[in-house]
């Protein structure tokens, strides 16, 4: 029997999904609110499954409900469409530069963002014929504590923040250089806000080392980290200056400001400040 390739479906193959889909294209094509009635009439759904799928869509804030048996598209559909739209921007005005930056030191460029305690991959700049290499895929994850990145982010976060983390997730580590005691992080958290770098020495994984700086959005936020990753015993310190040039010129082209630079953070604030 011939497999079907579900990126080439047209349907979800989970009905409850298929089912909220249609709720929100019903909910989208109207600004006011629609009652319980006529959105069960358009979507030729019983009442009762409506009312149950609404529900749990008002839970996820996905849908609001202003009266009751009234509902309307919720803010996090608004929330999670601004920060695709701000990657995609970010990562627009970063790969130019990132490309340039490669040539220049062949080896791999990584850009990144914050969400909740950890770093996405959202974009990078390699080449297939270069030699050994450390290539961070698209779309992973790192906890902030084992990162370079992930430290930047950090390193803005009130003492209280930083706690509330370590707490949250116990710094686990990934090898024997990783930090997991939080006094040390403070130590190191300290360094990356007074050099505006961070560094990852073998703390994600064993054989390699980073060195990231920030990339800052017109309102002074930090909303990515440019990143280096090498081999241990090839990355070279003289990257550091040409890193740092690279992600100012991506700043810029975001709007920033040199000294503008906004102090505080949180997961939250590490999130939203891509939302603008």
Not at 113 to 120: A, L, N
Not at 246 to 260: C, Q, W
Request: hydrophobic share 40%; aromatic share 4%; glycine share 8%.
């Amino acid at each position: 029997m011939k497999k079907i390739d579900p990126s080439t479906s047209t349907k979800p193959s989970v009905q409850v999904l298929e089912r909220m889909f249609m709720l929100i294209d019903v909910l989208a094509s109207r600004e006011e609110a629609i009652s319980l009635k006529e959105i069960s009439e358009k979507t030729g759904l019983h009442p009762s499954t409506t009312h149950r799928i609404l529900n749990d869509l008002t839970i996820g804030r996905f849908v609001d409900r202003p009266e009751s048996g009234s509902y309307r598209l919720g803010m996090r559909l608004l929330e999670l469409g601004n920060l695709v739209k701000a990657r995609l921007s970010v990562r627009d005005a970063a790969f130019g530069p990132m490309r340039n930056l490669h040539k220049l030191i062949q080896q791999p460029v990584n850009l990144s963002m914050r969400q909740g305690d950890e770093i996405v991959y959202v974009e990078r700049a390699y080449s297939e014929r270069s030699g050994m290499q450390v290539v961070r895929a698209i779309g992973g994850r790192a906890p902030l504590h084992l990162t370079s990145t992930g430290k930047l982010f950090l390193a803005l976060d009130d003492p209280q923040r930083v706690r509330a983390y370590a707490t949250r997730t116990g710094l686990a580590g990934h090898t024997r250089n990783s930090i997991t005691q939080l006094p040390v992080l403070e130590r190191e958290l300290a360094k990356a806000r007074q050099y505006g770098i961070a560094r990852d020495n073998e703390e994600l994984e064993l054989g390699v080392r980073c060195m990231a700086a920030g990339v800052y959005d017109d309102q002074g936020k930090l909303v990515a980290g440019l990143s280096i990753s090498a081999p241990a015993d090839r990355l070279d310190e003289g990257w550091l200056p040409k890193l740092q040039a690279t992600a100012h010129e991506i700043s810029l082209a975001l709007g920033y400001t040199p000294g503008t630079e906004a102090t505080g953070s949180s997961a939250e604030d590490g999130l939203h400040s891509a939302l603008r």
